[in-house]
């Protein structure tokens, strides 16, 4: 028997005819029967209704970003609390956020922010931040067994045969300038054929970056294999894929059900990353006004999430732009990663806070202007939060039991606050939320019900929000 192995993006590098000879019991690594997979069809069918929000763009504070600095501050409490920042208005009444936000202050109108997520599956644990699955795992290394992404549920629905991805990961997997791959923005049970379409980058830091700016990550966001190796046209491309689908071809005869078809997933995608246009010119910023580069800022973060916007205007479903640390790759003593237990309020008013503000208005004014806010939603989020006291290095430390989550954009009442904390900013005083309900918010203004179930590996249903439900006080 001829056997033509897929990408090695693929789960496991079965071919469908492999899939039928085995009886479907070795599909995806062997813990889905037939079944399972049909159900998981009439369901994803079932469980998509229309929704405000056609594409999302998640902002991703890796490391504890201190929210109590930026969304949450209290001027009354003492100083070893309150911190050196003081609140300022907003466009939203009643709403006030941090004096060094001034952009971002006037889009509050058009936000929402949840003041008391909390959970308790450990510090730098980014598996309940896109799963809602609130466990202690290896924070270090994936794992096949956890659930899926919302990212990766987007994937999934995805129709066939289309061209463009609907899971774009920026500007590299979580992880990577720390030399391991973070939990959480993956498939998990439901294979790796669903895990994001991650770019690369090669980040440098530059120590002036003139102004009011301290030392940023520099550097653009691109697309590894995606340019034709030597003496392959696009004919020659064409011609192989042709024969690969002829050899398909009686397995195609024996796919009765439609749930099998999506096993060309992972060949598609192959071939779309080498011959699309659209994919490719997204992250082209060679050829971007010069000065829309200026407003988002000349940082790796801020070409991020130019190249996340490119992608929305594509089609693209869910976008993750993170703020990583890498100086495990790029070694340096002025990374400006989130988690700040030494000279936070330094390094937040010189460098984390400008570049935040400056990127995500520009981000809000780019959608506005083109008539895709109402349609796309933009989600700021960390992993956990900050200790309530501040540290004798005039930092915080790790604090998962209240932090804020800002929501923006389509399907979100803006100028709303859902919650309170007590009067550090310590605990939930009111209105506990949980990542669960997180999640589940963000599937509601996509559309998909967040009671969707998916199965696991030994084929027990498990909603794709984990039983969170969505915050209907921040709902448009």
């Not at 940023?216 to 691109?222: A, F, V």
């Not at 604090?399 to 800002?406: D, G, M, N, Q």
Request: glycine share 10%; with cysteine; aromatic share 8%.
């Amino acid at each position: 028997m001829l056997t033509m192995l897929v990408s090695p993006r693929g789960s496991n590098g079965l071919t469908r005819r492999d899939t039928l000879k085995f009886g479907a019991m070795s599909l995806l690594g062997g813990f889905l029967n037939l079944p399972n997979l049909q159900a998981l069809e009439e369901n994803r069918k079932q469980h998509v209704r229309p929704g405000k929000a056609k594409s999302v763009i998640l902002f991703y504070l890796h490391g504890g970003a201190p929210t109590q600095d930026m969304f949450d501050l209290k001027p009354n409490a003492p100083a070893e609390i309150r911190g050196e920042f003081k609140p300022i208005a907003s466009s939203a009444p009643g709403i006030q956020i941090c004096e060094h936000l001034p952009k971002m202050a006037r889009w509050m109108h058009k936000a929402a922010i949840v003041r008391t997520v909390n959970h308790k599956a450990g510090c730098h644990n980014t598996l309940p931040s896109y799963t809602g699955y609130e466990v202690m795992t290896d924070i270090s290394n994936p794992n096949d067994n956890h659930p899926p992404s919302i990212g990766s549920v987007c994937e999934y629905l995805k129709p066939a045969h289309t061209d463009m991805p609907a899971y774009v990961h920026l500007p590299n997997y979580l992880g990577w300038g720390f030399a391991l791959r973070r939990p959480g923005p993956y498939a998990g049970f439901l294979g790796k054929r669903y895990d994001p379409l991650c770019s690369e980058c090669h980040p440098k830091i530059e120590n002036d970056q003139g102004g009011a700016f301290g030392p940023m990550w520099l550097g653009e966001p691109y697309l590894a294999d995606t340019v034709l190796a030597e003496g392959l046209t696009l004919d020659r491309l064409a011609g192989r894929r042709t024969l690969l689908q002829q050899l398909d071809d009686r397995a195609r005869q024996a796919e009765s059900k439609p749930v099998l078809s999506d096993y060309g997933r992972t060949q598609q995608r192959a071939f779309s990353l080498l011959t699309s246009s659209k994919l490719k010119a997204a992250f082209n910023l060679d050829n971007e006004d010069p000065r829309v580069r200026d407003r988002y800022g000349r940082t790796l973060f801020g070409a991020s999430t130019l190249i996340a916007r490119r992608l929305v205007e594509q089609g693209v479903r869910f976008l993750n732009v993170s703020w990583d640390g890498y100086s495990s790759k790029v070694p340096t003593n002025s990374d400006p990663y989130w988690d700040t237990h030494y000279k936070n309020f330094i390094q937040l008013r010189r460098v984390n806070l400008p570049h935040v503000d400056l990127t995500f208005s520009a981000l809000m004014e780019d959608l506005n202007d083109r008539g895709l806010l109402d349609d796309t939603l933009v989600v700021m989020m960390s992993d956990f939060g900050r200790t309530p006291r501040v540290n004798a290095a005039a930092g915080r430390d790790h604090w998962t039991y209240c932090y804020s989550v800002l929501f923006a954009g389509a399907g979100i009442r803006g100028g709303t606050l859902c919650g309170a904390s007590d009067a550090h900013a310590a605990f939930v005083k009111d209105r506990p939320v949980s990542t669960g309900d997180i999640c589940a918010t963000i599937y509601q203004c996509l559309g998909i019900d967040p009671e969707m179930p998916v199965y696991d590996r030994a084929g027990r249903p498990m909603p794709v929000a984990n039983g969170g439900k969505a915050i209907g006080e921040i709902l448009g």
